[in-house]
C-alpha cells in the first residue's frame, strides 16, 4: 500500500514538473534571463499512533469438586472341604516260589588236536644273466661358436631439456581503501521486568467486539531504553588494478651428436678333436645251486577228561503273613478368616486457581518518512554552467 502511494505522488509531482517546464519555458523565451529547472526529493516526518495487543495472565479461583479413593481393611470367613487320609493295617496271607541251587560233579571230555611243524631241507637249480661291462675309446669331432668383441665408435644424438627464463606481466588487484568514521544509532535494549502501577484502561475482547474496562494495579511491565548513537570504524575499499612482472622458466629441448663407443660381438665357427670312452655291456649266462627249506605240519590227538560242578535248581513253594496298610479318605469342612482391602470413593471440595488470559490495547507511536518532490529553478549562463 506504501509503495503504491508513493507511485501515485511521484506521478503528480511528475506532472507537475512537466507543466512547470512549460510555462517556464515560454517565460525564458521573452526574457534574457535562463532557468533550468531541478528536481529534489523531501522526506517529511509523520506520526502515528496505534494500538498493539498485550496479553496478561490473571488467575481466578475456582472451587473443584474431587472424587478421591478411600481404602479400607474388612475382615472375612472362607469355608472350604478337606480330605483327611485315615490309614488302617491288616494282615494278608502271600505264597510265593523258591528255586534252591543243588550241585553235582560230573566228568566231560575236552581231548584236542595239537599241530606239529616239521622242516625239510632241498636244493634246486637257478640259472641268470650276468652284464660285464666293456670300456672302448674314440675321437669324436666336436664344433663350436666363439664370440670375438669389435670395437667402433659412432656418432650418436642425445637430447637434453634446459631451462630458458621467460618474463610476463600479470595483472594484480589492490585494495587501496581506508577506514572511515561513521555514525550508528544503536536501538533501545529491554531492562528486567519490573513492578509498576497501572491506571484503569478501557479494553476491546477481540472475540466479541465489546469494550471491557480493565482494573488499575499493579502489573510486570518491560521499560526500554532510549537508542544512542555510536560512532564505528568502516572499511571502504578502493579496488586498484596494477602490472606485476613474473618470470617463469621454460623447458626447451636441444639436440647434440656425442662419440659414442659401441662393442659388436663377431661370431666364429671352429672345430676340434675331443676323445670319448664308450662303455658297452657283454652278457654272460651262470649256473648256481639254491637250497631251501620246506614246512610241513603233522596233526596229533591229546585226550583229555575234565571234572565240573553243575548246579541244578529245586523249586520250594513257600507261605508268608504281609501287612497290607489301606488309606481312606474323611471329609471335613474348615474356616479359614482373612483380611480384604475395598476401595471407597469419597468427594471433597477444593479451591484452584485457573489461569485466564486477558488482552488489553496498548499505544504504540512510530515515525515514518513521505518522500515529497519539489522543483528548483537554478539560473544558467549562457555557456549552459
Known amino acids: 500500500m506504501n509503495n503504491r502511494r ?27 534571463t535562463v532557468y533550468r529547472l531541478v528536481c529534489e526529493t523531501v522526506y517529511e516526518e509523520r506520526q502515528v499512533t496505534c494500538y498493539r495487543d498485550v496479553c496478561e495472565t490473571v488467575y481466578d479461583q475456582v472451587e473443584v469438586t474431587r472424587q478421591v479413593p478411600v481404602w479400607e481393611t474388612q475382615a472375612r470367613e472362607r469355608r472350604y472341604a478337606v480330605l483327611r487320609p485315615v490309614q488302617e493295617t491288616t494282615m494278608r496271607e502271600e505264597r510265593y516260589t523258591v528255586q534252591r541251587p543243588v550241585w553235582e560233579t ?29 670300456m672302448e675309446t674314440s675321437m669324436r669331432e666336436e664344433r663350436f661358436c666363439v664370440q670375438r668383441p669389435v670395437m667402433e665408435t659412432v656418432q650418436q644424438t642425445q637430447y637434453r631439456t634446459v631451462m630458458q627464463p621467460v618474463t610476463t606481466c600479470r595483472t594484480e588487484y589492490v585494495d587501496q581503501g581506508c577506514w572511515t568514521e561513521q555514525t550508528v544509532c544503536m536501538p533501545g535494549r529491554p531492562t528486567w521486568p519490573r513492578l509498576t502501577w497501572t491506571p484503569p484502561t478501557t479494553v476491546c475482547d477481540p472475540v466479541s467486539g465489546v469494550a471491557q474496562v ?60 675331443v676323445p670319448v670312452q664308450v662303455c658297452r655291456m657283454v652278457q654272460e649266462e651262470h649256473c648256481r645251486k639254491v637250497p631251501y627249506q620246506v614246512c610241513r605240519q603233522v596233526v596229533e590227538r591229546v585226550p583229555q577228561q575234565v571234572a565240573e560242578r553243575v548246579c541244578r535248581m529245586v523249586t520250594e513253594e513257600h507261605v508268608r503273613q504281609v501287612p497290607v496298610t489301606v488309606c481312606r479318605y474323611v471329609r471335613e469342612e474348615r474356616v479359614e478368616p482373612y483380611e480384604v482391602r ?44
Not at 503528480?12 to 517546464?21: E, F, M, N, R, T
Request: proline fraction near 8%; glycine fraction near 4%; charged fraction near 20%.
Open 342 to 385: 475395598v476401595c471407597r470413593i469419597e468427594c471433597r471440595k477444593e479451591v484452584v486457581q485457573v489461569p485466564r488470559t486477558v488482552v488489553r490495547k496498548e499505544p504504540v507511536t512510530y515515525t515514518y518518512r513521505v518522500p515529497k518532490t519539489v522543483v528548483v529553478r537554478v539560473p544558467v549562463d549562457p555557456c549552459g554552467c
Open 106 to 134: 560230573v566228568m566231560r571230555d575236552c581231548s584236542y588236536d595239537r599241530v606239529r611243524n616239521v622242516i625239510e631241507t632241498h636244493e634246486r637249480e637257478e640259472r641268470y644273466v650276468v652284464s660285464r661291462p666293456v
Open 214 to 273: 480493565q482494573r488499575g494495579g499493579l502489573a510486570w511491565t518491560t521499560a526500554y531504553t532510549p537508542p544512542q548513537p555510536v560512532t564505528q570504524r568502516v572499511w571502504r575499499p578502493n579496488i586498484v588494478a596494477r602490472q606485476v612482472p613474473v618470470t617463469t622458466f621454460v623447458a626447451q629441448q636441444v639436440a647434440e651428436c656425442v662419440p659414442v663407443q659401441v662393442c659388436r660381438m663377431v661370431t666364429e665357427e671352429q672345430v676340434r678333436q
Open 6 to 32: 508513493r507511485w501515485v505522488n511521484g506521478a503528480v509531482a511528475l506532472g507537475a514538473c512537466l507543466s512547470a517546464v512549460g510555462s517556464l519555458q515560454a517565460q525564458c523565451d521573452s526574457c534574457c
